[in-house]
C-alpha cells in the first residue's frame, strides 16, 4: 500500500501515526497518509515562524522560486493524475486538467505585482501605501478539488511574502502531500510545509498561536467554527465556503442552446463544485421539454470508476456525501417531486449515485433550499422572472449564478440583481486566475484570486514622512 509524507521544514516526515484514505470508487482503503500529531502541527508552525522574515525579505526572489514550483508542476511527476483520480473519484481526464489548471493558476499569480501606491511625494512629505506580509498563514482545504484549492492558497499567499501550513480533507490528502513533496527541494525550507490529518487538526491550526492568518475554504458550518476560533487572537481570515447556485433561463432563450451548458455546470465533478449549478428556473412554458431534455443527458451521460476510460462522472466522494445526496432525494421523494431520470443508488461498490433530474419541486424542499454538493439537479417552474429572480435570493447563500437567454444585454440586467460574487450570462462556472472568486452572504469572506485575492495575504502599512 503506497505510504506518503509531510513536509515539515523541508523534510519527509512519514508522522508517528497514520490513517487510511478510502478510493471512492470501490469504498476500499487504497493508501495511508501520516496523521499529524500535536507536536508535529507545533514543529510545522515553529518552522513558518523562523522561515518567514527571510521569506518576506526579497519579492523577487519569491518569484523566482514560485516559477521554478510552476515549471515542476508543468511536468507532474507520472501518477499524480491516477492518484488523484483515486483519492477524489473524478475521471482521468479531469484529473490531468486539475492539475494543469494548478500549473496555470501558480504561473499566473507568480507574475502579479504587490502595488507601492505613492500618494503624496513633494516638498512637503511623501506619503506611500504599502502591503505587508502577514506571517505564518494556515490553510485549509476541501476534497473536491484538492490540488487546485490548495495552490490557490500556496501561490498567493507564498508571492506576498508568508510562509505557510496547509491541511487537505482527510478524504484526499494525497496529492496535497505529493504536492509537498514535489516542491520541497525547491522552496526554502519552513516556507511550505503540508500537513495531514483530520478535522481536529484544522481546528488545531485555527486556534494555534503562531498563524496570523487562516485562508479556509469547506462547507459554511465548518466556516462559522474557523470564525470563532480565529477571532480570540484576531487573527485574519479568508473564508471560501458554500453555495447554492440558482439559474435563471429566461423565457426567450431555447432548450436546445443551454440544455448541455445547464447540465455540465450542474453535474461537472459529480455535483461537488461549490459554484455548480444547484437549482434551475425555467418558465413554465419551456418546463416539459427542458426536464425532458436535462433527463436524456442526465441517462447519456456515462458514469463510473474515473480510471476506467470515457467516464464522464464518478462517485460522490465520501460516504457522509452519499448519504447526504441520497437522503436528500428520497426527501424531495416523499415531498412529491418527480424524479425524472435517476434517483438512486448505483447497486455495487463505491459511492456511485445515478444522475438526477427532479421535477415537482419548488423553494420550501430541502433539495432547492440546501446546498446538495452531488449529482441530483432540482428544476423549477417559475411564471414572472422578477419572482424567479426574488426566490434565488431568497437564500444565506451567495456564491455565484447564472441568467441565460438570446438576449445577453437583457440576461446581464437580470444577473446583475442576483445577490452572487460572480454573475454569469449564458455560461456557468468561469472562472481564471484573474478573476476574485468569493461569496456573498454565507458562502464566504473575502476573494481568492487575481490581484485581489493577492492583497487578501498582506496587510496596508502607511509610509509618511514628512519633509518640511
Ligand atoms: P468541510 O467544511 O467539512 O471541510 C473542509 C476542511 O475543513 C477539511 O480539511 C476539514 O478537515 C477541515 N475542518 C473540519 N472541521 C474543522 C474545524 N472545526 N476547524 C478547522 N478546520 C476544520 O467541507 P468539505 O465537506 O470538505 O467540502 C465541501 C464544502 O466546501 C461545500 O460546502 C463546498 O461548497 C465548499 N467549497 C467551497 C469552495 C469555494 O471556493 N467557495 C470551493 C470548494 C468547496
Not at 287 to 310: R, S
Not at 357 to 384: C, H, K, N
Amino acid at each position: 500500500m503506497p505510504e506518503f509524507t509531510m513536509t515539515i521544514d523541508g523534510k519527509a516526515v512519514k508522522g508517528s501515526k497514520s490513517v487510511g484514505v478510502i478510493n471512492p470508487a470501490t469504498g476500499k482503503e487504497f493508501a495511508r497518509v501520516p496523521d499529524c500529531t500535536t507536536e508535529e502541527l507545533n514543529q510545522a508552525m515553529a518552522a513558518a515562524q523562523k522561515a518567514f522574515p527571510a521569506w518576506s525579505r526579497d519579492l523577487e526572489a519569491r518569484r523566482k522560486v514560485l516559477n521554478e514550483c510552476a515549471a515542476a508542476l508543468q511536468s507532474p511527476p507520472e501518477g499524480l493524475a491516477r492518484m488523484l483520480t483515486q483519492e477524489q473519484g473524478k475521471p482521468l481526464d479531469k484529473a490531468g486538467q486539475e492539475i494543469m489548471g494548478s500549473w496555470y493558476w501558480l504561473n499566473y499569480t507568480a507574475s502579479l505585482q504587490i502595488p507601492v501606491e505613492v500618494l503624496q511625494d513633494n516638498a512637503q512629505g511623501h506619503i506611500e501605501i504599502r502591503r505587508k506580509p502577514l506571517g505564518v498563514v494556515a490553510a485549509i482545504t476541501p476534497w473536491n478539488y484538492p490540488l487546485m484549492l490548495g495552490i490557490w492558497k500556496i501561490a498567493p499567499a507564498l508571492l506576498a511574502g508568508n510562509t505557510i501550513v496547509i491541511k487537505p480533507s482527510p478524504f484526499t490528502p494525497i496529492t496535497t502531500l505529493m504536492l509537498g513533496e514535489i516542491l520541497r527541494d525547491i522552496v526554502p525550507p519552513g516556507v511550505l510545509n503540508v500537513v495531514s490529518g483530520g478535522d481536529a487538526l484544522g481546528a488545531a491550526m485555527t486556534s494555534h498561536p503562531i498563524p496570523r492568518k487562516i485562508s479556509f475554504t469547506g462547507s459554511v458550518a465548518t466556516g462559522k467554527k474557523v470564525a470563532a476560533a480565529a477571532a480570540p487572537d484576531l487573527k485574519r481570515i479568508t473564508l471560501e465556503l458554500g453555495g447554492n447556485d440558482p439559474a435563471i433561463v429566461l423565457p426567450d432563450a431555447s432548450v436546445d442552446d443551454v440544455a448541455t451548458k445547464i447540465f455540465w455546470g450542474a453535474f461537472e465533478n459529480c455535483g461537488q463544485i461549490c459554484s455548480a449549478i444547484k437549482r434551475v428556473y425555467v418558465p413554465q412554458a419551456m418546463y416539459a421539454p427542458m426536464l425532458e431534455k436535462l433527463g436524456e443527458l442526465a441517462k447519456g451521460a456515462k458514469v463510473g470508476n474515473g480510471l476506467d476510460a470515457g467516464v464522464q462522472i464518478g462517485p460522490l466522494n465520501n460516504k457522509p456525501q452519499y448519504d447526504r445526496v441520497t437522503e436528500l432525494v428520497e426527501d424531495a421523494k416523499q415531498h412529491g417531486a418527480k424524479i425524472v431520470t435517476g434517483g438512486k443508488r448505483r447497486v455495487g461498490d463505491g459511492y456511485f449515485y445515478e444522475p438526477t433530474i427532479v421535477g415537482g419541486i419548488s423553494d420550501g424542499v430541502r433539495l432547492v433550499d440546501e446546498e446538495q454538493f452531488g449529482p441530483a439537479l432540482p428544476v423549477i417552474p417559475y411564471t414572472d422572472v422578477d419572482d424567479a429572480l426574488r426566490r434565488a435570493n431568497a437564500t444565506h447563500f451567495g456564491l455565484s449564478g447564472s441568467v441565460w437567454s438570446k438576449d445577453p444585454e437583457r440576461a446581464a440586467e437580470v444577473a446583475g440583481k442576483l445577490e452572487c460574487g460572480s454573475a454569469w450570462v449564458n455560461q456557468h462556472l468561469a472562472m481564471g486566475p484573474n478573476l476574485p472568486f468569493g461569496g456573498a452572504k454565507w458562502s464566504g469572506i473575502g476573494v481568492e484570486n487575481g490581484p485581489w485575492g493577492l492583497l487578501g495575504f498582506t496587510e496596508i502599512q502607511v509610509l509618511n514622512v514628512a519633509r518640511s
